[in-house]
């Protein structure tokens, strides 16, 4: 993704909307309002999206992590430089994350710049980064976590460790 900060204001209100409209509840901030933080000294930009899925369960017991970070390459212009797309099934005691993060160490140790996460029971990692394709967007990326929250857990022995 790149583009003005307008253009990922309103990328961040779809990627909210096809949540909700996928049964995702959304935590939203105090106010009420979807939130586009711009950090203080770069200028970059960066969101976080917050949710319960529906299980029956109040509270919720699986939850739904949604975070991208643009980096400023202009003076109104931005491009996707990081994500977390993270899902928490509390009820069957799991985890499955996608991640890109630190793109330059994970090349230089893994010669891979995303990775995932698989965690069966939860806090119990076998493996700490998983190779992974990368995922193209936040639709892709909630799209991706549904798939995995609708399946069954994840089997993490066939992925292959980044280690």
Known sequence: MRGG???IADYLARVAVLLERNGV???VPDGGDLELQEHHVTGN???ELRGDLPDARTPSRSELVVAEQF???GSDAYVRVAYAY???DRERDYRRGFHLHDPEWFQREFL???HE???GPIGHETCGHYEGPPIKDAYTGVMTLLEVWCADPPDCSQLRCLR
Do not use: A, I, K, Y
């Open 5 to 7: 900060s307008d253009d």
């Open 25 to 27: 509840t959304l935590r």
């Open 45 to 47: 930009l960066r969101f």
């Open 71 to 73: 980096e400023r390459v």
């Open 86 to 88: 993270e899902l928490l």
């Open 112 to 114: 891979v710049m995303v």
């Open 117 to 119: 996460h698989c965690e």
